[in-house]
């Protein structure tokens, strides 16, 4: 007999026992990073995650003991997450980027003037806030280690980051989101990674109440972003935008700076396929503020026969043009994490049926057979079935208030979605023929106009638009900015980014033609002028014509190429208001070239590329001469 001996090697980084995984094996730097961070936070414990299911299977078993998760029982593998209800969405006003340089960061604006466009802090006053969290943040509690990519493993266009986190729930969800995997490790070796240190706010023994058994500190909330160092910390938020670092704060805040250094696009764009009746396919990124339905035109069921869509990604795009000069992206992220009042089997039935199974749910309601519910599903559930809302109060459809919080979120695999694009991890990435942008224009704007050079449409993206309910102090709602769709996500000087966008424009390169949609138009009586969802398949039509380069089709306007009558295919609808749906209003324009001329003036200034100015000034000049 050979006896083995194991040697119980029980490894200690500092004075800290390693729950899990094997730190001796680590690439140096993140060794010295792990240190680094166990000295700051003292955690408990270290717990090196795999990313396995196995290993998710060992957290949920703890959590739904703990009561942090509820198994929704109509399901294989779903769950339901309340969060504290002070912890449900992104906190803005405690997002920021520090650089030594504030204009680096923010635009040159007005003294006085408030930035729309991301906040500054300086090195200095960062410092001293984030002194005053985190020393000692993780006392009594696990730190988890997440190794991730964003990308395909091992795709020319992926970014590798490291986590660390106090909350098994996000760890959870970054599995789902991203790419979690030993193999990164290895993918790794000596490069630089993307540092992120995320914390609850909550150390042990907990000196505020933890509601839900959701441990967050919303008055010291702080997201700080350091781009020069390719590093995050993010304090007192469990909540995803806040702390799935490898969303919004690493694929877009500091992707957005990477790809300025390194010459491509990180963008909060869709990525989608049309394959036409002929049988030939093209792909398109797509960029919404919210509200406009990004994720349901990303998965869409086309009405037109013999058009086929197919998802690559709902939500951020990283784009690069190869050696061909053809712009090709990829979506760095492995899942969806939608908004999920309004998704149902009208609106999105290819989302729905990606969150069957091995999906968490956070702050929807949840019906008495073990199912989720939200505002939308009304047809979907039983009649009269009982139902617990977000807050846990019990519910049932036809009462006042709301079962799920507006911006509760479904979180599933993308490899789930029924028409989750073949190529949709493919390292090369896939080719872009048209970029689309897009906004919530209830007068005004018509359905759909096309740029008429990349600058001209480097404009319209800055001029993006979009209805939405008005923040806390007002009501009803207001049409508010949100420039290139990137307005929240932005990680350094916007007028720098739209310069980026300019010179990424070279004659060896076939550059994507720019769009803008507005599935929104109003009639004179509050009626939507255009049928949308499945029916948009018609604007996308028009839009690949105009990329194949079908001059027959399109008229000039001061605002850009927009559809010639008859051109777009409205078979099978019954009226269309034509006339109405791409009237170009002298009036309305004249007043929003100006207003979009003086925001950018506001809130960019002399950081905005002249070109800018100049094409806003033609269009408003083309409509006083009218
Ligand atoms: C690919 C679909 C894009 N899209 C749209 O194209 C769209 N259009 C509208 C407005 C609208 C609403 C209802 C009808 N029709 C009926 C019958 O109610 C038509 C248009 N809402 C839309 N929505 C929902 C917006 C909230 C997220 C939407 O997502
Ligand atoms: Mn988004």
Redesign the pocket.
């Known amino acids: 007999l050979v006896y083995e001996v194991h040697e119980i090697v029980v490894q200690k980084v500092g004075h800290v026992p390693l729950a899990k995984g094997d730190f001796t094996h680590l690439p140096k730097k993140v060794k010295i990073f792990l240190a680094h961070c166990v000295q700051l936070c003292k955690p408990r414990g270290i717990y090196i995650c795999d990313g396995s299911a196995e290993e998710a299977d060992e957290i949920i078993h703890k959590l739904l003991e703990r009561g942090t998760l509820t198994r929704l029982t109509k399901y294989k593998n779903n769950y339901l997450c309340r969060t504290d209800p002070d912890d449900v969405a992104r906190v803005e006003s405690k997002t920021f980027i520090t650089t030594a340089n504030k204009y680096d960061s923010v635009p040159h604006v007005r003294e006085g003037v408030k930035s729309a466009l991301g906040c500054w802090m300086s090195p200095e006053d960062m410092k001293v806030e984030l002194d005053h969290r985190f020393p000692g943040c993780m006392s009594g509690r696990m730190m988890y280690v997440i190794p991730f990519c964003m990308g395909p493993l091992g795709s020319p266009l992926s970014k590798i980051g490291v986590q660390v986190t106090d909350s098994n729930y996000v760890l959870l969800c970054m599995r789902v989101m991203t790419r979690v995997s030993p193999k990164v490790w290895e993918l790794l070796g000596d490069d630089d990674f993307v540092k992120c240190i995320h914390s609850m706010g909550c150390p042990r023994p907990v000196q505020r109440r933890v509601k839900n058994h959701w441990p967050c500190n919303p008055e010291k909330v702080i997201i700080a972003h350091f781009p020069e160092e390719r590093k995050i910390k993010s304090f007192g938020s469990g909540y995803g935008g806040n702390s799935l670092l490898g969303k919004k704060c690493f694929a877009l805040r500091i992707a957005s700076v990477i790809a300025r250094d390194e010459g491509w696009m990180a963008e909060h764009m869709l990525i989608m396929s049309i394959t036409t009746p002929k049988g030939k396919e093209y792909f398109v990124s797509a960029a919404f503020p919210s ?3 990004k994720t ?2 990303a998965m ?1 069921n086309p009405s037109l026969p013999g058009f086929r869509i197919q998802c690559v990604g709902d939500d951020i795009a990283w784009m690069k043009f190869d050696e061909k000069g053809v712009l090709h992206g990829i979506n760095p992220e492995a899942g969806f994490f939608g ?1 999920a009042p ?1 998704t149902n089997m009208k ?2 039935p290819n989302a729905v049926l990606s969150f069957q199974e091995n999906s968490i749910f956070t702050n929807v309601g949840e019906t008495a057979d073990g199912g989720y519910f939200w505002e939308g599903l009304e047809d979907e559930v039983p009649p009269g079935i009982g139902i617990t809302t977000w807050l846990g109060q019990p519910w049932h459809i036809g009462c006042p208030g709301k079962a799920a919080h507006p911006n509760s979120r479904f979180t599933c695999p993308a490899s789930q979605c029924p028409i989750i694009h073949p190529k949709w991890e493919d390292p090369k990435g896939v080719p872009i023929s048209a970029i689309i942008f897009g906004g ?1 224009r209830p007068t005004g704007v018509p359905l759909v106009f096309e740029a008429k050079s990349w600058a001209h449409g480097v404009m319209i993206g800055a001029c993006v638009k979009s209805e939405a309910t008005a923040a806390a102090e007002f009501q009803g709602k207001t049409i508010m900015h949100d420039p290139m769709a990137m307005r929240p996500f932005m990680g350094y000087n916007f007028g720098h980014y739209l310069q980026h966008w300019l010179d990424l424009e070279k004659p060896d390169r076939k550059m994507p033609k720019i769009f803008h949609v507005n ?2 138009r109003l009639d004179n009586n509050g009626r ?1 002028l ?5 029916d ?1 398949i018609r604007v996308l039509d028009w839009i690949l014509r105009r990329v194949d380069g079908d001059a027959s089709i399109a008229v000039d306007s001061p605002v850009g190429w927009i559809p010639k009558k008859g051109s777009i295919d409205l078979s099978g609808l019954g009226s269309i208001n034509e006339d109405e749906l791409f009237s170009l209003p002298h009036d309305y324009w004249l007043e929003d070239s100006r207003e979009s001329r003086s925001f950018l003036k506001s809130q960019v200034g002399p950081d905005c590329p002249p070109i800018i100015y100049r094409l806003l000034e033609d269009q408003e000049a083309a409509f006083v001469k009218q």
């Open positions: 509200a406009c339905g349901n035109l869409l908004v309004g609106t999105n919530r599935w929104f939507f255009w049928p949308g969802f499945g948009n």
